[in-house]
């Protein structure tokens, strides 16, 4: 999440990628026609840890310094401290280059721990790095990609501390109400499957008798004990509960459950893209990841562009690391990341953020199920991602003809604007808002709205974003603004269905200062004759404060 000087309070109302083998081939090629000089001109780590060819370093350093063993650069590439020690993943070019590979592995040394046919890919254990190495040596037109087994996490706990010093508000079991639910969801996900890869969900009577099926992908079908262990079915029911005590937003969606972390609460690239395969060969419309890790490879981007190429949507966390970063899966851009808001529309402080977010969603203080049939607050991206997924199950099941994909642009289009005016790396395209979503085509619905407050601290003004998410236009609104000393009333143009318009306002950086803190009321009145069905938001509340001397 990017920082500011400034903030404003709504108030109640890894490590690297692996070498590429291309590189580490023109490493090795390098070294074999230097061996009559002895010398050669290697590749060397850039301050960015990018791999450049050394003689784009000759400003740098002297030519021909005595060539590293191409072994170094293997380990370098394979051993680290976010992947799996001593585990490989070998991508093929070809249906026989992967065949050959199988029927000589064991032969190199190597142990072949997971098959991934539909990708050419396995992933193996090598007791000496010097196998794997003469292997690729003797067969290097085989492979397209070698790769570490990089980790992936359930996100960590968001720090207490961190969530208090923005005062955010939890949303407790107010789920369907934030996301501007009038109707009755009994029927929203009805025939849409949902794929959970997760740590396993425990059945719960917010699934109901039927909806609930497991798939065992080698790591069994149970979660465990551990303390994260009900992150599984916390996420599965925010995507489809039916139970008042643990709602979800697709109550008739089926859950398929793959469960993907070990006893330790952790994932890898090669076990969540086995996944991934498997979920969309067993039906699964939607694809929830509410895990993530800051390493990627091509056999994860082979895996999405699976999911991807057959209509399978898959929507995952950006993370709880308060990082100007997405974690992936969720930083690909064919998947729909999903950050975290509060029960105010403010960004949660862990939330991850960066150009590539595409939404946001609830994931402070959610009620939602855990094991043995005990209901908790659920905080962090985890929670928001599956409530995305939901909704876009939900639209899916009311449009026979829509797919997931056409679902998730929809979602994004009619979502709340939420921090600086339009799409920002903080809310992505805005806040999900399904009830909107949902209605867009009712020409007789009304829905006027004060989006959000805004400082802009290199203009020095307040933006108030007004969002008309009626079915019609709407003319003579009104925007009354009072910060305490003087009230302003502002009038606003035509804005047509799904229109939005933004009142400016410049702040006295004197009074600011003096006070330290300025509020801000904000007032949206409808024309006579106009019925508001959500007049909740039409009134909004901030505080600006200064920044710390």
Same mark, same amino acid.
């Given at each position: 999440?990017?920082?500011?000087?400034?903030?404003?309070?709504?108030?109640?109302?890894?490590?690297?990628?692996?070498?590429?083998?291309?590189?580490?081939?023109?490493?090795?090629?390098? +070294?074999?026609?230097?061996?009559?000089?002895? %010398? $050669?001109?290697?590749?060397?780590?850039?301050?960015?840890?990018?791999?450049?060819?050394?003689?784009?370093?000759?400003?740098?350093?002297?030519?021909? !310094?005595? &060539?590293?063993?191409?072994?170094?650069?293997?380990?370098?590439?394979?051993?680290?401290?976010? @992947?799996?020690?001593?585990?490989?993943?070998?991508?093929?070019?070809?249906?026989? %280059?992967?065949?050959?590979?199988?029927?000589?592995?064991?032969?190199?040394?190597?142990?072949?721990?997971?098959? !991934?046919?539909?990708? !050419?890919?396995?992933?193996?254990? #090598?007791?000496?790095?010097?196998?794997?190495?003469?292997?690729?040596?003797?067969?290097?037109?085989?492979?397209?990609?070698?790769?570490?087994?990089?980790?992936?996490?359930?996100?960590?706990?968001?720090?207490?501390?961190?969530?208090?010093?923005?005062? $955010?508000?939890?949303?407790?079991?107010?789920?369907?109400?934030?996301?501007?639910?009038?109707?009755?969801? =009994? /029927?929203?996900?009805?025939?849409?499957?949902?794929?959970?890869?997760?740590?396993?969900?425990?059945?719960?009577?917010?699934? =109901?008798?039927?909806?609930? /099926?497991? $798939?065992?992908?080698?790591?069994?079908?149970?979660? =465990?004990?551990?303390?994260?262990?009900?992150?599984?079915?916390?996420?599965?029911?925010?995507?489809?509960?039916?139970?008042?005590?643990?709602?979800?937003?697709?109550? %008739?969606?089926?859950?398929?459950?793959?469960?993907?972390?070990?006893?330790?609460a952790q994932s890898d690239i090669f076990t969540l893209s086995n996944a991934i395969v498997v979920a969309v060969d067993s039906g699964a419309q939607i694809i929830n990841i509410s895990l993530g890790g800051y390493d990627s490879d091509s056999l994860l981007d082979n895996a999405i562009a699976y999911a991807s190429q057959?209509?399978?949507?898959?929507?995952?966390? %950006?993370?709880?690391?308060?990082?100007?970063?997405?974690? #992936?899966?969720?930083?690909?851009?064919?998947?729909?990341?999903?950050?975290?808001?509060?029960?105010?529309?403010?960004?949660?402080?862990?939330?991850?953020?960066?150009?590539?977010?595409?939404?946001?969603?609830?994931?402070?203080?959610?009620?939602?199920?855990? !094991?043995?049939?005990?209901?908790?607050?659920?905080?962090?991206?985890?929670?928001?991602?599956?409530?995305?997924?939901?909704?876009? &199950?939900? $639209?899916?099941?009311?449009?026979?003809?829509?797919?997931?994909?056409?679902?998730?642009?929809?979602? +994004?289009?009619?979502?709340?604007?939420?921090?600086?005016?339009?799409?920002?790396?903080?809310?992505?395209?805005?806040?999900?808002?399904?009830?909107?979503?949902?209605?867009?085509?009712?020409?007789?619905?009304?829905?006027?709205?004060?989006?959000?407050?805004?400082?802009?601290?290199?203009?020095?003004?307040?933006?108030?974003?007004?969002?008309?998410?009626?079915?019609?236009?709407?003319?003579?609104?009104?925007?009354?603004?009072?910060?305490?000393?003087?009230?302003?009333?502002?009038?606003?143009?035509?804005?047509?269905?799904?229109?939005?318009?933004?009142?400016?306002?410049?702040?006295?950086?004197?009074?600011?200062?003096?006070?330290?803190?300025?509020?801000?009321?904000? /007032?949206?009145?409808?024309?006579?004759?106009?019925?508001?069905?959500?007049? &909740?938001?039409?009134?909004?509340?901030?505080?600006?404060? @200064?920044?710390?001397?």
């Open positions: 999440m990017s920082e500011r000087s400034y903030r404003i309070i709504p108030l109640a109302g890894g490590c690297l990628a692996a070498l590429l083998l291309l590189l580490w081939l023109i490493v090795r090629s390098g +070294e074999a026609n230097s061996r009559s000089t002895g %010398a $050669l001109v290697t590749p060397v780590p850039d301050p960015a840890g990018s791999m450049t060819s050394g003689m784009a370093k000759d400003a740098a350093r002297p030519r021909n !310094l005595p &060539a590293a063993p191409a072994l170094r650069y293997l380990q370098q590439s394979i051993e680290k401290r976010c @992947a799996r020690p001593h585990e490989a993943l070998l991508t093929f070019s070809n249906a026989d %280059a992967y065949r050959r590979f199988l029927a000589r592995a064991a032969h190199s040394g190597l142990t072949i721990v997971g098959q !991934l046919d539909a990708l !050419l890919a396995v992933r193996v254990r #090598w007791d000496s790095l010097a196998g794997l190495e003469s292997e690729i040596l003797a067969n290097p037109l085989d492979y397209t990609d070698v790769s570490a087994n990089f980790y992936v996490n359930i996100p960590d706990t968001p720090p207490k501390e961190d969530r208090q010093a923005v005062n $955010l508000v939890p949303l407790g079991g107010g789920l369907l109400s934030f996301l501007g639910v009038s109707e009755d969801p =009994g /029927q929203w996900g009805r025939g849409v499957t949902i794929a959970v890869l997760d740590s396993g969900v425990a059945p719960d009577n917010t699934f =109901g008798t039927g909806r609930l /099926q497991s $798939l065992d992908i080698g790591l069994g079908t149970t979660p =465990g004990t551990g303390p994260e262990d009900g992150h599984g079915t916390a996420v599965a029911a925010l995507a489809a509960g039916m139970a008042a005590d643990a709602v979800g937003v697709a109550p %008739a969606a089926n859950v398929l459950s793959i469960r993907v972390t070990d006893a330790n057959r209509g399978v949507v898959i929507v995952a966390s %950006a993370g709880n690391d308060q990082a100007s970063e997405l974690t #992936w899966p969720a930083a690909d851009t064919r998947v729909v990341s999903v950050g975290a808001v509060d029960a105010l529309g403010q960004l949660a402080t862990f939330s991850n953020s960066g150009p590539g977010l595409q939404l946001t969603a609830p994931g402070y203080g959610v009620q939602t199920a855990w !094991l043995d049939g005990q209901r908790v607050y659920f905080d962090g991206t985890s929670a928001s991602a599956p409530i995305v997924a939901g909704a876009i &199950a939900a $639209l899916v099941s009311t449009n026979p003809s829509m797919t997931p994909a056409q679902a998730s642009q929809i979602l +994004e289009q009619y979502s709340s604007d939420g921090g600086s005016p339009g799409a920002d790396p903080d809310y992505g395209n805005g806040i999900l808002n399904l009830g909107w979503a949902i209605n867009r085509n009712d020409p007789t619905r009304i829905d006027t709205a004060i989006s959000s407050h805004y400082y802009d601290a290199a203009t020095g003004q307040m933006e108030f974003v007004i969002q008309n998410r009626s079915g019609q236009s709407v003319a003579g609104m009104i925007l009354n603004v009072d910060t305490g000393t003087g009230a302003v009333a502002c009038s606003l143009p035509l804005l047509t269905s799904g229109g939005s318009y933004v009142v400016k306002m410049p702040v006295d950086p004197v009074q600011l200062a003096t006070a330290g803190s300025i509020v801000f009321r904000t /007032q949206l009145v409808n024309p006579a004759g106009i019925v508001d069905q959500v007049p &909740a938001n039409n009134r909004r509340t901030s505080s600006l404060t @200064a920044p710390a001397k």
